[in-house]
């Protein structure tokens, strides 16, 4: 894995760590802090590194030269590590036969994702972070694609009357951030009971959206 002017490579013996700059190398063991020397998975994550390994997972503070190890006690579904991916807050683990575990680094939380949640196989190989997905390859069971939920940027209850078509327009003012947005809508009966719900993607360079809503 490329670090700016270093790389790090994973082995039987521990993580070796190569300086482009001068040509050196630098090997981490269990001596140094390492869970374990079988490294199988790394991941550069700004300050920190992190390692999978078959024993639990090891998070490495360059600047401080501090390690802490993640295990099963701590909330890992499975101690061997076959990937890592780094998104914002959240640190994502595939495991072999044990799904996908999320760690929170705000909340120091874990949570585990298996087949009962949708992914296609225990067994995951890699992980990819795309936006609001993040896409699990698995061991002879194809890929699978989660959709994270996003912050909500604008939220307002419009009353509306009569059928048929009814066309509102709602202006959601200035979205300082950048990328592709959803805009969800649910149809509720005077009772407050829910009657149909409907969404839509857009960027924004768009400049209308529409929902269409079916209560058949």
Not at 108 to 115: A, C, L, N, P, R
Not at 182 to 210: C, P, R, V
């Amino acid at each position: 894995v490329v670090d700016g002017s270093y790389v790090w490579f994973g082995t039987r013996g521990g993580d070796s760590r190569y300086d482009k700059m001068n040509g050196t190398w630098k090997t981490y063991t269990t001596t140094d802090g390492l869970v374990n020397n079988t490294v199988i998975s790394i991941a550069i994550d700004g300050e920190y590194v992190w390692f999978g390994t078959g024993r639990g997972v090891s998070r490495y503070h360059k600047p401080s030269n501090i390690w802490r190890t993640f295990t099963t006690a701590d909330g890992l579904a499975s101690n061997r590590i076959t990937s890592i991916g780094i998104d914002g807050d959240f640190v994502w683990f595939g495991t072999e036969r044990e799904g996908v575990s999320r760690y929170n680094k705000v909340s120091d939380t874990w949570q585990t994702f298996t087949t009962n949640d949708g992914l296609a196989s225990m067994w995951v190989t890699s992980i990819a972070v795309d936006g609001i997905y993040a896409w699990f390859g698995t061991r002879g069971e194809g890929a699978s694609r989660y959709q994270k939920l996003g912050a909500v940027v604008w939220e307002e209850d419009i009353p509306v009357s009569g059928s048929g078509q009814i066309n509102l327009t709602c202006d959601i003012g200035v979205i300082n951030d950048v990328g592709k947005f959803y805009l969800e809508g649910t149809l509720t009966s005077n009772l407050g009971q829910e009657t149909a719900k409907a969404s839509n993607s857009f960027y924004l360079t768009t400049s209308d959206i529409f929902l269409i809503f079916s209560t058949d």
